[in-house]
């Protein structure tokens, strides 16, 4: 029993640590934008290709880009950011099968707990743009539409990327989730749904421009 109160108290001061590395880390690097996607896509992909530009205007407009740290579209994300004007950031996780942070992060963060590095995404992010993704991109994309929804957080941008392969889902939030009385229709529309690099940075852009008119919605937590 001994053992199993001290392995508990170490895994706090262990949480403590992650979070204290990682706002004093990223404390200062101003307007920020998350790009989430899948891990496995090739760079032979036209989603890859489509992540470096998004990220390329993104951070050419002086907004600083953050990744999950490790290959795809993470990886696409960071190269399209790295020295091109805002920072390339990358929140790297400790998994069973190592992940290998990408070359391209001007900041590099190694989290072991899951919890600590999305809250580093919620709290340093004015926009998620969500690409193709597996199981961890889509937890990111309803995390941000349940905290937006429950009033946890301050609304933003979160803009699905390709909407041919967020049709399926859409349809189905429509179909069943909306028709069951599970959420409301003006639920639907706490997200973008484009097609094209160019479509992104004007959406965030005029965020952005909001953000300025109203400094006390800078921060992103209400409660």
């Not at 470096?52 to 600083?64: D, E, G, M, W």
């Not at 193709?132 to 609304?155: H, M, N, S, V, Y």
Request: aromatic fraction near 12%.
């Amino acid at each position: 029993m001994e053992d199993l109160k001290t392995s508990e108290a170490w895994r706090i001061f262990r949480i403590q640590a992650e979070l204290i590395d990682g706002i004093e880390t990223l404390i200062d690097l101003g307007p920020a934008v998350s790009i989430f996607g899948s891990a496995r896509l090739p760079n032979t992909s036209p989603y890859y290709q489509d992540a470096i530009t998004v990220a390329h205007n993104l951070s050419r407009a002086k907004f600083s880009v953050i990744s999950g740290g490790g290959p795809s579209i993470m990886e696409a994300a960071n190269k399209g950011a790295y020295r091109q004007g805002g920072k390339s950031v990358g929140l790297n996780i400790a998994l069973p099968h190592e992940q290998t942070p990408n070359p391209t992060q001007d900041i590099s963060l190694r989290f072991r707990y899951f919890f600590v590095r999305k809250l580093m995404f919620v709290k340093y992010s004015m926009s998620y743009v969500v690409f193709p993704g597996g199981f961890g991109t889509l937890d990111e994309f309803f995390e941000a539409l349940t905290l937006i929804q429950t009033e946890k957080i301050r609304p933003f941008p979160v803009i699905l990327y390709g909407s041919s392969f967020w049709v399926g889902l859409i349809d189905w939030l429509k179909g069943q989730v909306l028709e069951l009385g599970c959420i409301d229709k003006k639920d639907l529309d706490l997200f973008h749904i484009v097609d094209t690099p160019e479509e992104v940075l004007p959406i965030i852009q005029q965020y952005h421009d909001h953000l300025s008119e109203h400094p006390e919605h800078q921060n992103r937590f209400t409660v």
